[in-house]
């Protein structure tokens, strides 16, 4: 809990609208200490909300919320905000179970516009409502989209623009230019800001109006510019700049560092995580074939691409917060002669699905795409849950989908990908390793498409089966003690591949029992486990299939090892599945044998 003086005091609208510039100063600073206090015990995004606390305090003195509505692009520098909101006695459980998100969310309270967590959205929205509104709301009803310069470098804020300024909509932009998105800037939008013309710029050419740029700590200032803007009935740009970790001196010396703590209430773990290995494989890779690149999409040091680009950084591209783009701009990579790796997260492939399928599969363009955060991902809730690739991608034809189980399994699915004349996706979950790969009685065997392997297998007669796909080996391997103990016993396969499968291997793989059980870290409805009973059920119809996935869509924020509780796919609750099908299979032995 935050025990200091400064956490237990009230900052409610109706306070704040009362204080001097002064004590504004004040209130701001000691926003930064309940920040600080709090994110370095629980952990949660510190140097963009320490960057963005006179902007909203500002926004908040000056506009009556909810009635004006301000739109968080992305939503990770929402904490100010929340505090202000009423929502100061719960933010020592910021992005814990039953706690408060970390992002807006509308649920939570009628201050949250719209829930957010993706990038470069919030224009669009703005833009939507004010449409909607009738001409007398809209001059009491003001509309403000916070968008920092990095979110500006998606494509739908640019459509955005594009639109608003011919339609003239009155919507503010509240531009927070830190120069940054989770690392440094990048491209020539950056670089068009640093030296911007007031007076003839990318704005002004899109119909905007455009003032700046001011300090964006400097409340008095940005008071009297909100001031202005309120009343202003054309589309507005307020550009401001601000410091990143602004008031905490390790964050302003290493903002990127802290961009998200862990902190010091969470366990810390000793093993390899799937980043690090993948970032370890990538480095190695690179340096044995000189036509190897690495693309990513402002996610550098989250995907492991960082590492890489530290001793290479001519073979990396970073071209902002353009998951679209990404993927065509690594298709002609590939056109060109190069091996393009495209590292992104699970979450936010989600916007380039037409690119994958007609600037990838269409062209039959050989290219690997790597899935961070493939699965459940702890602490940022349901806007960046991994769940979805799998029912996404399965489908495309030619694909070569993957999972791996290990780190070494991880390594050989990536150089194996290298060989290949096709589109290859890899995902792997935001977790560390369980099991070690001495774990293991026997070697693994080398990648087959379409075919797995045994993870635990003995001469024993079995009558079940469970398949696991990725990291959920690891919890079914967690799983056989429990059921042992129950006198249960399973072999353990893991899938490796999603798609294809080879239909002879598999039918003489699950032939030899009465029961099939699939796990997978992906969403149910539509998935591999459903997809694959819906294949060999008609083929096998002696052998019940199972599944366990993700059933909601829509987790919670919360630690890994409970949103595996959570959507029932840790050791305890494969065990219970088991039990449950192992009683029904003696179930149909007492009906057969009446």
């Known amino acids: 809990?935050?025990?200091?003086?400064?956490?237990?005091?009230?900052?409610?609208?109706?306070?704040?609208?009362?204080?001097?510039?002064?004590?504004?100063?004040?209130?701001?600073?000691?926003?930064?200490?309940?920040?600080?206090?709090?994110?370095?015990?629980?952990?949660?995004?510190?140097?963009?909300?320490?960057?963005?606390?006179?902007?909203?305090?500002?926004?908040?003195?000056?506009?009556?919320?909810?009635?004006?509505?301000?739109?968080?692009?992305?939503?990770?520098?929402?904490?100010?905000?929340?505090?202000?909101?009423?929502?100061?006695?719960?933010?020592?459980?910021?992005r814990q179970l039953d706690?408060?998100?970390?992002?807006?969310?509308?649920?939570?309270?009628?201050?949250?516009i719209v829930s957010t967590g993706h990038a470069s959205a919030s224009l669009g929205v703005a833009a939507g409502i004010v449409a909607g509104q009738e001409e007398k709301i809209r001059k009491k009803e003001r509309v403000t989209a916070l968008v920092g310069d990095a979110g500006l470098t998606g494509g739908v804020a640019f459509e955005a623009l594009n639109d608003i300024g011919h339609r003239q909509l009155p919507v503010i932009l509240l531009l927070n230019d830190n120069q940054m998105s989770i690392t440094s800037g990048c491209g020539a939008l950056h670089t068009h800001l640093e030296g911007i013309d007031t007076q003839n710029n990318l704005f002004t050419n899109l119909g905007w109006s455009y003032i700046g740029v001011y300090d964006g700590h400097n409340l008095a200032e940005l008071i009297e510019v909100l001031t202005y803007a309120k009343t202003y009935d054309r589309p507005l740009v307020i550009h401001t700049k601000t410091q990143k970790g602004k008031g905490y001196l390790p964050a302003e010396l290493d903002p990127i560092k802290y961009h998200g703590v862990a902190g010091s209430n969470q366990p810390v773990v000793e093993s390899l995580s799937y980043t690090q290995a993948f970032a370890n494989s990538l480095l190695s890779l690179a340096k044995e074939h000189s036509d190897v690149v690495a693309i990513t999409a402002a996610m550098s040091t989250g995907t492991g691409i960082s590492q890489l680009e530290a001793v290479m950084p001519h073979r990396c591209y970073d071209v902002g917060i353009a998951e679209q783009y990404a993927i065509s701009f690594a298709s002609g990579l590939a056109l060109s002669g190069k091996k393009p790796i495209v590292a992104l997260y699970a979450t936010f492939l989600q916007r380039a699905i037409d690119q994958v399928i007609h600037d990838v599969v269409m062209q039959q363009i050989s290219m690997v795409i790597t899935l961070d955060r493939a699965g459940l991902v702890a602490g940022d809730g349901e806007s960046h849950q991994g769940i979805y690739d799998i029912a996404l991608l399965q489908s495309l034809p030619s694909i070569l989908f993957m999972a791996p189980a290990s780190q070494s399994e991880l390594e050989s699915m990536l150089f194996w990908a290298m060989q290949q004349c096709t589109l290859v996706v890899i995902r792997f979950p935001k977790a560390h390793f369980v099991i070690n790969d001495n774990f293991l009685s026997h070697k693994l065997s080398p990648i087959t498409v379409g075919c797995g392997e045994y993870w635990y297998h003995d001469d024993r007669s079995v009558e079940i089966l469970i398949v696991s796909l990725g990291a959920m080996t690891e919890q079914a391997m967690l799983a056989l003690p429990l059921l042992e103990e129950l006198g249960i016993r399973v072999h353990i396969y893991h899938s490796r591949f999603i798609t294809p499968i080879d239909e002879s291997h598999w039918m003489d793989i699950l032939a030899r029992y009465r029961a099939v059980l699939t796990i997978e870290e992906g969403v149910l409805s539509g998935g591999w486990g459903v997809n694959f009973a819906a294949r060999f059920s008609?083929?096998?119809?002696?052998?019940?299939?199972?599944?366990?996935?993700?059933?909601?869509?829509?987790?919670?924020?919360?630690?890994?090892?409970?949103?595996?509780?959570?959507?029932?796919?840790?050791?305890?609750?494969?065990?219970?599945?088991?039990?449950?099908?192992?009683?029904?299979l003696l179930h149909q032995d007492r009906m057969n044998s009446v």
């Open 1 to 94: 809990m935050i025990n200091s003086e400064t956490t237990q005091r009230s900052y409610s609208l109706e306070y704040i609208k009362k204080q001097s510039i002064e004590e504004l100063i004040t209130i701001a600073s000691d926003l930064r200490a309940i920040m600080v206090t709090s994110l370095l015990q629980s952990g949660g995004h510190l140097s963009s909300n320490l960057g963005s606390v006179e902007l909203i305090l500002a926004w908040h003195y000056v506009f009556d919320s909810p009635q004006d509505k301000l739109i968080f692009d992305v939503g990770h520098q929402c904490y100010v905000h929340k505090i202000l909101t009423d929502r100061l006695d719960k933010f020592s459980q910021i």
């Open 99 to 112: 706690g408060i998100s970390g992002f807006p969310r509308r649920q939570e309270s009628e201050h949250d």
């Open 538 to 584: 008609l083929l096998l119809p002696k052998v019940s299939f199972h599944q366990l996935g993700v059933r909601t869509s829509f987790l919670p924020q919360a630690t890994r090892e409970e949103l595996l509780r959570i959507a029932e796919l840790d050791a305890t609750a494969i065990c219970s599945t088991v039990t449950t099908i192992t009683e029904e």
